[in-house]
């Protein structure tokens, strides 16, 4: 399987008026734009939830290696609540929400210190602006990537624009997709849904089935599907040329 791990696509971003940064924790890299340089406080963001998840692994090792949603519990700490809960409605392990529970739990954060934040974490993103934002979609060898995106309004932030695939990165994935991209107020919802969406697609005409499924997600505000050549739509998205 293509593994696409150098993250060139960073050079890419366009954020007029905002101060960009990254900010890496062990296996957690961030790229950040706010109003202001906010380097400390992401570090000082990303160890908490690194520490919260490290914590409660050390003392529930099914948590990281579950494939499947795990009970709710009510003295997990707030990150590990939010990847329990979100992962529960779509049928996944909770780590299958992990880079857009910390892209969320670092935005938020950041919230409190600017107006305006856009946080990537491996291609899952985090965003909140005053002004509408387009996100390139990239599904490694199909015809499709990169030639257009999605229009995120003001109106839908803050939003989590998560996506998952099989033919690239290193995402675990049972299905065929060049890319699954959901768009939620919850990245972690975010994150599971492509996974989970990406799991159900096993022949490019599932891509039908798949966007019906998701469309009645509470929670999941719309998305796109792709493998190869096809491309399936649902919910509340505009496609633009990039």
């Not at 909770?94 to 529970?101: D, I, K, L, R, T």
């Amino acid at each position: 399987m293509p593994q696409y791990r150098e993250r060139t696509y960073r050079k890419r971003v366009s954020a007029k008026d905002l101060t960009c940064f990254s900010v890496a924790v062990k296996e957690t890299d961030l790229w950040v734009c706010a109003d202001k340089n906010l380097e400390k406080e992401t570090g000082d963001l990303i160890f908490d939830c690194r520490y919260q998840l490290e914590s409660y692994i050390e003392s529930h090792p099914e948590f990281p290696n579950s494939l499947t949603p795990l009970v709710r519990d009510p003295y997990a700490p707030p990150i590990v609540k939010e990847m329990i809960r979100a992962t529960g409605k779509v049928d996944v392990g909770p780590m299958a929400s992990v880079a857009g529970a910390i892209a969320q739990y670092v935005g938020m954060g950041l919230l409190d210190l600017t107006d305006q934040v856009i946080v990537e974490n491996g291609g899952d993103i985090f965003m909140k602006a005053d002004r509408p934002l387009t996100v390139s979609v990239f599904a490694g060898g199909s015809p499709l990537s990169g030639r257009f995106g999605l229009l995120v309004p003001v109106r839908q932030m803050p939003l989590g624009v998560c996506s998952s695939s099989a033919t690239v990165g290193h995402s675990l994935s049972r299905g065929i997709t060049d890319v699954v991209c959901v768009l939620s107020s919850s990245a972690a919802l975010a994150d599971g849904a492509a996974t989970a969406l990406g799991n159900r697609v096993k022949k490019k005409r599932d891509l039908e089935e798949v966007a019906i499924w998701a469309d009645q997600i509470d929670g999941i505000l719309g998305g796109i599907a792709i493998v190869g050549d096809t491309m399936a739509t649902w919910g509340d998205i505009e496609l633009v040329e990039v």
